[in-house]
């Protein structure tokens, strides 16, 4: 979750969504993502809405604070319940997300899911997702959280070499990811996460070989492998800025994309979407799933964002005027945007091109649909799905799925 906030409409004290947005609701699935803005450290390449201790101390005195934190962001569902009114969706996943959250004790996290439970329900087989750090877990928590209804847990294992690792300001061992993965299972949770970055500055092709049969090896069901973005305001900025590291490569990032797609086909894992690969259909994210195809979703916590039938809103981002507003009685939302239909089209070529099932070509128009026919004979999309009505990526189309979104959505 980034940490600007772009401009928008004002946000109703009460957060009343127009009547437009819950037409057709019940044909969407409904999310629940719940922000925990907090870090022990903060990690050199992170721009994300977190905030460390020191970070908070002056700035929102009892408000900010961790330690009530839970209580705070159940109001926020007690609002989301008011909002939707009588919408007799029940949750299809639940994503706790950071920051950190598994810094917060695991009872904070299970009362979070609590309150989306008393004032929701849960579909049958809900995904309940939390972040992990390596650091921040130990059997004990696992047990207490599986206990409590979690039944996917995502660990930021980012790579297995101790030196990438520190570059990243990353403050786990190596190894550690790997025990959790153990702890989880043992714990009972049916589907584990191991997030990996490539391309850190002094990485090699061996190094990153050797952070993919680690995850591997550790038996999760799904693994997630992003490039490192450098951005502007973050720690690793400055110092390659500065020179003490070097900037990152285009052309390296392409080649760790293909060894990651390699190995990680070679032992079972389909990739779904673009960096994110499984071991079975599922071990997919489905919370992620919902953001990729459009559906809804409410986002609690500071600077959280939210999306509802075309109605797009954000969180104010500091704890302590996020808590400030929920115990005036008011929204926390700092601005909002309805979606016009050209939009929302956009959107959907821009996110459904990414995953393994395509984009319908009728999304198209006729500028997108020319540039689909090029991309084809230049090889970057599927032939047999083509001839069915979608576009579908190739693999060399996924190395440049940017420049292919931009020539489609034309």
Not at 309 to 322: D, E, I, L, Q, S
């Amino acid at each position: 979750m980034p940490s600007a906030l772009p401009d928008g409409e004002p946000v109703p004290d009460d957060g009343a969504l127009p009547p437009h947005a819950l037409a057709g609701a019940g044909d969407r699935p409904l999310g629940f993502y719940l922000h925990v803005p907090y870090c022990a450290t903060r990690c050199g390449y992170c721009d994300f809405n977190t905030y460390t201790a020191s970070e908070l101390r002056g700035t929102g005195g009892v408000l900010a604070s961790r330690d009530n934190y839970a209580d705070t962001l159940v109001e926020e569902i007690r609002l989301a319940r008011k909002v939707l009114g009588d919408d007799p969706r029940q949750v299809r996943t639940v994503f706790v997300g950071g920051g950190t959250p598994t810094l917060l004790p695991a009872a904070d996290l299970v009362r979070m899911l609590g309150a989306v439970r008393d004032e929701f329900g849960l579909a049958d087989g809900a995904e309940i997702t939390t972040e992990a750090n390596p650091e921040s877990v130990d059997p004990a928590y696992l047990a207490e959280l599986r206990a409590g209804g979690f039944n996917r847990v995502s660990f930021g294992m980012q790579s297995a070499r101790q030196h990438v690792l520190r570059v990243l300001d990353r403050t786990h061992t190596p190894g550690r990811p790997e025990a959790c993965v153990a702890e989880a299972r043992a714990a009972g949770f049916e589907h584990v996460n191991l997030d990996l970055i490539y391309g850190t500055p002094g990485e090699s092709d061996d190094d990153w070989r050797a952070s993919l049969d680690a995850a591997i090896g550790a038996g999760p069901d799904h693994v997630s492998a992003y490039a490192l973005i450098v951005e502007e305001g973050t720690g690793l900025a400055r110092r390659i800025r500065r020179g003490e590291v070097p900037m990152t490569d285009d052309d390296v990032h392409a080649d760790r994309y293909l060894i990651a797609d390699e190995v990680l086909a070679a032992a079972g894992f389909d990739w779904y979407e673009v960096s994110n690969w499984a071991a079975s259909g599922g071990g997919r994210c489905l919370h992620n799933e919902l953001y990729w195809r459009g559906a809804d979703w409410w986002g609690a916590g500071p600077g959280a964002h939210s999306h509802v039938g075309g109605v797009r809103w954000w969180n104010v981002k500091h704890p302590g005027a996020y808590a400030a507003a929920l115990a005036d009685g008011r929204s926390p939302g700092a601005g909002r945007e309805v979606l016009p239909e050209e939009d929302r089209r956009v959107e959907r070529v821009l996110l459904e091109l990414r995953l393994r099932e395509g984009c319908p070509l009728d999304l198209l128009r006729p500028a997108g649909l020319a540039a689909s026919r090029r991309a084809l004979e230049d090889g970057l999309l599927e032939p047999g799905p083509y001839e069915a009505g979608r576009a579908v990526l190739t693999l060399r189309g996924r190395l440049l799925a940017d420049a292919v979104v931009r020539d489609l959505v034309d």
